[in-house]
C-alpha cells in the first residue's frame, strides 16, 4: 500500500487543528482508502494551545508526526523542512490548518499522480479575500512568472501534491530560504494544473503580516529571476544617455544663448541631484538584495532547529 504524506505548518492555529486532522483522516477513510497516511504537523513556536493539542492527537493517531520548532523560523522555512522530513510515495507540500485550500480536491490531485504525472498542482482561480489583496496578489505573481524562466502559471501557490523523485529533487537544491511553490517547476516533471476556490478564513486571526508577506514576496523575486538587476544595468544605461543628450542639449544651449542667460539653471541640478540619488539607492537595494541572500546561502546553517519530534 502506497503512502501519501501531508504537510501541515502552523502558528497559533488551536482553533483549527482539530478540523484539519480530522477532514485528512476522513478523507483516508473514504476516497483515498487504498492509500496509508502520514500526516506530518511542523510547529513554529505556537504561544496558544497548538502544542498541547497536536500532542493528544498524535498520542492517539499514529499515522499522526508532530515536528516542534525551537523557535519560530517563518513559515517558508517551517513548511519545507517538515516536507524534507516525510516519507510518503507522494507529498502534499502544504495543506494549511485553517483549510483555506479545500481537501476536496486531494483526491483528484490522488487519482493525477496515480495516472503518471509528478506534480500536480492547485491554481487559485478564485480568492475570497478583499480586493486590493487580490490585486497584488494577482500582480505580484503575474510579474513574477513574466520574469522568471519557469513556465508558471499565475495563481499557484504551495497547494502541490508532487512525486517521492521530485522530494528528492528538491532536497538537491540548497536554499537557505527555499520558495516551494516555484522549486517544484524548477525540478522539472511532468505537471497538471487544477482550478479551485482559495476560501476566506473562517476561524482565528491570520499570522502573515505585510512584512511577512513583502519579505516572502523579494525572497521570491530574488530567487527565482535576475531582472531586477538587469533592470538596474539598462536604467543605468538609459540614464547615462539621457544624460549625455541633456548636456549636449545646454552646451548648445549656451553657446547660442550664452548673453541672454543670466545664471545657471539651479532647479535642474537639484531635481537632478535627488533623481540620480535615489536612482543610486534603490540600486544599493537591490543589490543588497542578492548580497543578503548569498550571505544566507554561505553561512549553511539549518533551515530548521527542532526542539522535539513526536512518532517520528
Known amino acids: 500500500m502506497k503512502t501519501i504524506s501531508i504537510v501541515t505548518p502552523c502558528y497559533n492555529e488551536e482553533m483549527n487543528i482539530r478540523d484539519c486532522h480530522a477532514a485528512i483522516r476522513a478523507l483516508f477513510e473514504n476516497d483515498l482508502k487504498d492509500y496509508r497516511r502520514e500526516h506530518v504537523?511542523?510547529?513554529?513556536?505556537?504561544?496558544?494551545?497548538?502544542?498541547?493539542?497536536?500532542?493528544e492527537i498524535a498520542a492517539v493517531d499514529g499515522d499522526v508526526k508532530v515536528i516542534l520548532n525551537a523557535r519560530n523560523f517563518g513559515a517558508m522555512r517551517s513548511n519545507y523542512n517538515g516536507v524534507m522530513a516525510t516519507t510518503g510515495d507522494a507529498v502534499l507540500l502544504f495543506f494549511p490548518a485553517d483549510m483555506q485550500d479545500p481537501p476536496e480536491l486531494i483526491?483528484?490531485?490522488?487519482?493525477?499522480?496515480?495516472?503518471?504525472?509528478?506534480?500536480?498542482?492547485?491554481?487559485?482561480?478564485i480568492r475570497e479575500e478583499n480586493a486590493t489583496m487580490r490585486l497584488l496578489r494577482g500582480l505580484y505573481y503575474r510579474l513574477l512568472t513574466s520574469l522568471s524562466d519557469l513556465s508558471t502559471p499565475p495563481g499557484v501557490g504551495d497547494f502541490q501534491l508532487v512525486d517521492r523523485k521530485v522530494v528528492e529533487a528538491m532536497r538537491r537544491i540548497e536554499d537557505a530560504y527555499p520558495f516551494m511553490r516555484m522549486m517544484t517547476f524548477e525540478c522539472g516533471f511532468r505537471s497538471v494544473g487544477l482550478p479551485y476556490r482559495w476560501v476566506e478564513r473562517r476561524r482565528g486571526v491570520s499570522t502573515n503580516t505585510i512584512g511577512s508577506?513583502?519579505?516572502?514576496?523579494?525572497?521570491?523575486?530574488?530567487?527565482?529571476?535576475?531582472?531586477?538587476?538587469?533592470?538596474?544595468?539598462?536604467?543605468?544605461?538609459?540614464?547615462?544617455?539621457?544624460?549625455?543628450?541633456?548636456?549636449?542639449?545646454?552646451?548648445?544651449?549656451g553657446l547660442i544663448y550664452y548673453r541672454d542667460i543670466a545664471a545657471p539653471g539651479v532647479m535642474t541640478i537639484i531635481t537632478a541631484v535627488f533623481f540620480f540619488g535615489g536612482v543610486q539607492l534603490f540600486a544599493i537595494g537591490v543589490l543588497a538584495e542578492y548580497v543578503l541572500a548569498i550571505y544566507s546561502q554561505v553561512r549553511r546553517k539549518p533551515v530548521v532547529f527542532e526542539r522535539e519530534r513526536i512518532n517520528f
Open 107 to 125: 483526491p483528484q490531485m490522488v487519482a493525477h499522480w496515480a495516472q503518471g504525472v509528478e506534480v500536480v498542482y492547485g491554481v487559485r482561480k
Open 41 to 55: 504537523f511542523c510547529d513554529n513556536a505556537s504561544t496558544d494551545r497548538t502544542v498541547d493539542i497536536l500532542r
Open 213 to 253: 508577506l513583502v519579505d516572502q514576496g523579494l525572497n521570491g523575486l530574488v530567487t527565482n529571476t535576475l531582472a531586477p538587476l538587469r533592470l538596474m544595468l539598462f536604467c543605468g544605461f538609459g540614464l547615462a544617455a539621457l544624460s549625455l543628450l541633456y548636456a549636449c542639449f545646454n552646451l548648445v544651449i
